[in-house]
DNA sequence: AGGCTTTTTTTCGAGCCTCGAAAAAATACT
DNA sequence: AGTATTTTTTCGAGGCTCGAAAAAAAGCCT
């Protein structure tokens, strides 16, 4: 079944501990790295050494607080921002974001752009990816040669290899191989990424303490989706990016939804069923788009008067309470990050959730689940795909040694 | 976070491998070895000399079939049946089984009893179990100083390091530290295993084509419980055991579960739900003990007469449904083994889940899903615990060389 | 029967890798 | 300026895997 260990294998993966301790804290010193990676100090050196000649690490500065121990100051390695770039790309509701994003993480050029993509026909739908990572490439002050990878991330179902987007709701079109297509045009190596398995691995860089081994991003927003950490990984279905909390049964037969299925917590917890809800139009009503705009209004309304409007919000928290009790019957409780114009309202979600949630087995210590919310989702999903890139240089290219890079090494003797 | 490969470890894995393709393959020869390991054919020679000479494996006589193809032969290793030995210990409502096992899983002893689970107290349940396992130790006919692992599983929760029993419906008791308690009694390596998981594992030895990466074991009995195995692991929540299949929402608000909460999938499938919905009792009447036979005796009436018996099959069969569709949103369609007394009426309970399972979005393709049934449970839980057991032998004690074995190692020069 | 072919298994030297100890480097303290 | 302290590098030892070649153990062929 799974591999054995090849010789070569070992300097690999402790070249990928080495990088990925230095990604993760910053500029530690070789003595921390020695530390963190349980290798020793002989090793560390060694490989160090290596990345510095490679162009991939570069030291820093001896950081001004460690002055105030005696001996040899401790100096920092910090990740080269030249020896590599990788390209985001972001594909949600009418709107394609780019980003290029250098080794060490800062965002050096952007492009945004609004489409129409519910009614864009295929090709013209491809043709606007390629067009403006094309653009961006083409630019004379970017070093095309450094980048490395390219992460797409999009609304919707992706298959479990991040690969193929499958379904979104974004646009009626189905199957598009965004990362074989992205791969073929440019001959860089591509994802197409889940946006709240992106998400969730944007959270897990921005707050590692709260959000490390086991939680949850919820993006509530016209659709229910979500992304699952478990210890420590991303986690994804066996053949999709699975993790469809939004369509998990909340009552059998109930509310139409989206999916034209009936029932799904989404049919009670998406911006259009709180809309439609408030409206006080039928569960059988065909769900339709309502602007971010309109929501916020929405909420305003049902926070001034106990009418409809609150009653909706009741009837989501209600919904999004016993999916998570659901799901917590499976995984057991984790921290909760709410995403998305309704986290913004998640005050008045919070009260029916929590009672629905206490009603669960998976909700023993419904006081005990803590929620954070997050109002905006775009810089999340962006942010994910670069660390997911940035992450594949690392343990895929750079761990690797020997490769031919012809952005910063050019400079190597 | 994840720490650096050591030289040292390099080896130990490399015998892991060795040991566990052993395992899987029977008497694989050491050129399949160096195939499915992907080692070379040298590495292969070192390491299973070593292990031979360790007593750990045995060379068998060639297979007969491999005489008509020319050259050396092929000579297959096996496990030295005498290199160690395992006990299982599987404690179920009223019943308490053990076995003890070689290290080339054959089962060389067992013991039954039936005792009180219901109503003992928290020292004579605990005292049962250790003067099982203390009376087959005490066997002079049994090299005691083999026995490397003791592996108790048991209906209920456990915790995720498979230590403690969290809770169960077999007794009122709660959070014993079994695993522990073994541990410090007999000076052995001891797991708590749930019972589920169990099933799951035995599974994937026993068909590994049809249950290999991905499947799950549903356990139909008086409760319904869960093993799973995603990307061929066993999946455990963050704390506990997880997987509480039985206790996902299936009615918000709706029928009253064993665990006192409302709605829960079990409250419709489970036995005692099964049989309270066929005796048109109301669906908050508390759940009572039905015995196997009489749950044959419903069946057989429920294929007999389209009364309130086949209704409460069809209703159990709709909870599964909308249960499994939920989880299927969450990690995509896999194989289902239907395991336990009412997996012998599957035929009453088939049709109402694969309708209800064709109206979730986890179902998309139900006639895709394919189902496997198993009414006894018993043996499965066995067969888990000893290859849990085995399979730590194999990668924690043997894989690490240099141990001071007692029983096969004394004929070693 | 004896030599030839084929396949499996072992042997042997080369090349890496990590480790521990010791040395070197760089700073604060006295 | 010398000493203590801490970090980093250097160096030799020991292990591990690998590829190539040799050895072993059959069947095949004349």
Redesign the pocket.
């Known amino acids: 079944m799974s591999v ?5 294998d ?2 690999r ?2 070249r990928a501990m080495v990088l990925s301790a230095v990604r993760r804290a910053g500029q530690p ?4 790295i020695a530390a963190t990676t ?12 290596d990345l510095i000649q490679e162009g991939i690490l570069a030291e820093s500065k ?1 950081s001004e607080t460690a ?10 390695l910090a990740l080269k921002p030249e020896a590599a770039a990788v390209v985001t790309v972001v594909l949600s509701l009418n709107f394609l974001s780019l980003a290029v994003i250098d080794y060490a993480g800062q965002v050096i050029a952007e492009e945004q752009r609004r489409l129409d993509t519910l009614t864009m026909p295929r090709n013209e739908l491809i043709g606007e990816c390629l067009a403006i990572v094309r653009r961006r490439l083409d630019d004379p002050d970017l070093d095309v040669g450094s980048v490395a990878r390219i992460a797409m991330g999009i609304q919707g179902i992706t298959d479990s290899h991040a690969r193929t987007m499958l379904w979104s709701p974004i646009t009626p079109l189905t199957d598009i191989p965004f990362a074989d297509i992205l791969e073929k045009e440019f001959g860089i190596p591509a994802t197409m990424e889940n946006d709240c398995n992106m998400m969730a691995v944007a959270l897990q860089w921005r707050d590692p303490h709260r959000y490390r081994d086991n939680f949850i991003a919820i993006l509530l927003s016209h659709g229910i989706g979500m992304g699952l950490v478990l210890k420590g990984e991303l986690f994804t279905g066996t053949h999709s990016s699975g993790g469809e909390f939004g369509h998990m049964i909340h009552r059998p037969g109930g509310a139409l939804c989206r999916c034209g299925r009936r029932g799904c917590v989404e049919a009670y917890a998406g911006n259009y069923a709180i809309w439609r809800s408030a409206m006080k139009m039928s569960e059988d009503a065909e769900p339709v788009d309502v602007g971010d705009a309109d929501m916020r209004a929405l909420a305003a309304k049902a926070r001034e008067t106990d009418g409809p409007e609150r009653e909706a919000y009741r009837r989501a928290g209600e919904a999004l309470g016993f999916g998570l009790g659901s799901l917590f019957a499976l995984i057991d409780p984790a921290p909760v990050a709410m995403v998305g114009v309704s986290a913004a309202a998640f005050d008045l979600i919070e009260p029916a959730l929590r009672e629905a949630i206490a009603q669960t087995a998976g909700g023993q210590h419904s006081n005990s689940i803590s929620f954070d919310t997050e109002p905006n989702e775009l810089p999340l999903i962006r942010e994910g795909c670069a660390m997911r890139a940035l992450t594949f240089v690392d343990q895929e290219i750079f761990a690797s ?1 020997v490769q031919a890079r012809s952005g910063a090494g050019k400079n190597v003797a």
Chains 1, 2 share one sequence.
């Open positions: 054995g260990i090849r010789h070569d070992l300097r993966r402790n010193s070789r003595t921390e349980g290798l020793s100090h002989s090793t560390i050196s060694a490989i160090s050494s001896p002055s105030l121990k005696r001996g040899r100051p401790q100096v920092g040694g």
